[in-house]
């Protein structure tokens, strides 16, 4: 019989620009789940601090020995820093490798970046190979899985809310214009809807006005998944997916949004060349945490059983 003492934990940590979300699991225990909200302002010290507390109670309250950390990263790294995060620049020049040393010393550890990693979630609970995850939230993540394996790999994350689809578009927080997170987006859905209705929109606003048919709200999101499906379609030239899945909480939390894709994509169909299926993310707002925790295992899988005295 497994026993907290004897037993080993892989833990998946989804660290967000507001929050960081956590999942370990073991054999014959009960997964341990927690949320941290990062402190008021863009401390990197005070985030890291809360963190830690975190990680100190679940080894002190849930009782395996943590095996394996698989992290989701939203930033762009490089050589194991942070170098670039726009939703907590305070993170820039955080040594991310030392950082998971400090935090778990006795564990192996591995990150990746969050859209690969749910990508690669995604893939998994569609019981597919080959498929493309599009992530719509504050931004568009989301990654490109081939044969089980994320693309590009270790030669760095696919930035799929950086492909362009409007050379004439809106300015992207990157620099340039046109990229699809600059115009697929939550937030820039909500700005195209206020402009349309000609007063500011909140999220709960649209969801409502969408599923009563307005037609400031039903056309914001029509412009979305239009562009939304451009880059999907261009994807799919590249790699022949079996499935393109649409998840984040925008997409999840918009009536009829995954539909509206769907409809954009089939209509860019070239002759003999049918697009493939469209289907709405199994994991919701947990893809990245459950790919962390994928990588965890995939990890934790390589080391020498463990002695349980």
């Not at 302002?41 to 095996?67: K, S, Y």
């Not at 209705?197 to 998944?225: C, I, M, Y």
């Not at 999840?252 to 002759?271: E, M, N, S």
Request: aromatic share 4%.
């Amino acid at each position: 019989m497994t026993t907290a003492a004897s037993s080993t934990a892989f833990l998946g940590i989804d660290i967000g620009g507001t929050k960081v979300a956590l999942r370990a699991e073991a054999d014959g225990r009960k997964p341990y789940l927690a949320t941290v909200t990062w402190p008021p302002g863009d401390d990197r010290g005070r985030d890291l601090a809360a963190l830690a507390a975190q990680v100190r109670e679940l080894t002190e309250a849930w009782g395996p020995v943590i095996r394996s950390v698989g992290v989701a990263m939203p930033a762009t790294t490089h050589a194991g820093r942070v170098t670039a995060w726009p939703g907590r620049p305070g993170w820039t020049g955080l040594d991310l490798d030392a950082t998971l040393a400090d935090l778990f010393p006795q564990a192996q550890r591995a990150w990746a970046d969050d859209g690969d990693l749910a990508a690669i979630a995604e893939a998994d609970a569609a019981g597919v190979s080959h498929a493309v995850y599009l992530g719509v939230g504050t931004g568009i993540g989301g990654g490109v899985v081939l044969a089980g394996q994320p693309v590009p790999g270790p030669r760095g994350s696919c930035e799929v809310g950086h492909i362009v689809v409007d050379l004439d578009g809106t300015r992207c927080d990157c620099g340039r214009r046109g990229c699809v997170q600059a115009l697929a987006s939550g937030p820039a859905t909500l700005r195209r809807a206020a402009e349309l209705r000609g007063s500011p929109v909140g999220f709960a606003e649209l969801r409502d006005a969408v599923a009563a048919g307005a037609e400031w709200a039903t056309g914001a999101v029509r412009a979305s998944a239009r562009a939304l499906a451009a880059a999907a379609v261009s994807l799919s030239e590249l790699v022949r997916p079996s499935v393109l899945i649409i998840g984040g909480g925008f997409a999840a939390g918009t009536p009829g949004y995954v539909d509206q894709v769907a409809a954009a994509t089939a209509a860019l169909a070239r002759p003999g060349h049918r697009t493939p299926p469209v289907a709405a993310a199994t994991l919701g707002g947990l893809s990245s945490l459950h790919g962390a925790l994928l990588l965890a295992r995939a990890r934790g899988e390589l080391l020498p059983p463990v002695d349980p005295s």
